[in-house]
């Protein structure tokens, strides 16, 4: 059966579906909870500068090299925050999981979603994937990709996927389609 569980969280409120799921699969068959969140900076609540920003700024506009000394330096400060945010989430997560009686760890690692939580489960070995799937339209995945999708054609390793729930969907901007039936 399954000795670890490998979970994908980040910053969004889905993320507790997905760990709450993979915490109820834990206590069932009894075994570890790996933690991930992988830093980056498409992530929702990510700083939004990045080096390729302030490069193109500077050729473009020729700003001042104190200015983008000073932008960077803010954006440094937001990243800074935005890793102990995930550190936060993580220790509050790994906490539960002791507090339920599962055992469990966590990793924050900086890359690409996909690829990074691909590459993860099998360096520990992960029997398994949790990871959340937001529901995006067929052209946003298109267009977008889409982590959840990479993780179920890469992994190495079983993937169980946690549908976000419809509300948040519909508050994410995505339209809910609804049929009304007269009697």
């Known amino acids: 059966m399954f000795n670890k569980i490998l979970v994908a969280i980040d910053l969004s409120a889905a993320s507790r579906q997905v760990f709450d799921q993979a915490l ?59 890793k102990q945010k995930g550190l936060e989430l993580l220790r509050f997560y790994t906490s539960r999981a002791i507090a339920a009686g599962v055992q469990a760890e966590f990793s924050q690692i900086t890359g690409e979603p996909s690829t990074t939580i691909c590459d993860f489960a099998e360096s520990c070995d992960a029997d398994i994937a949790i990871v959340g799937r937001r529901g995006h339209s067929s052209l946003q995945e298109l267009l977008l990709g889409s982590v959840s999708n990479y993780v179920v054609h890469h992994a190495p ?25 007269y009697a």
């Open 157 to 181: 390793c079983s993937v169980l996927l946690v549908q976000t729930p419809a509300i948040e969907r519909a508050s994410s901007g995505k339209e809910l389609e609804t049929t009304k039936v």
């Open 24 to 82: 109820t699969l834990a206590k069932a068959t009894g075994v570890n909870l790996i933690l991930l969140h992988v830093l980056s900076e498409e992530e929702e609540g990510a700083p939004i500068m990045s080096s390729y920003f302030t490069y193109s700024l500077d050729r473009c506009i020729h700003l001042d090299p104190q200015i983008m000394r000073q932008a960077n330096m803010v954006y440094e400060k937001e990243w800074e925050l935005f």
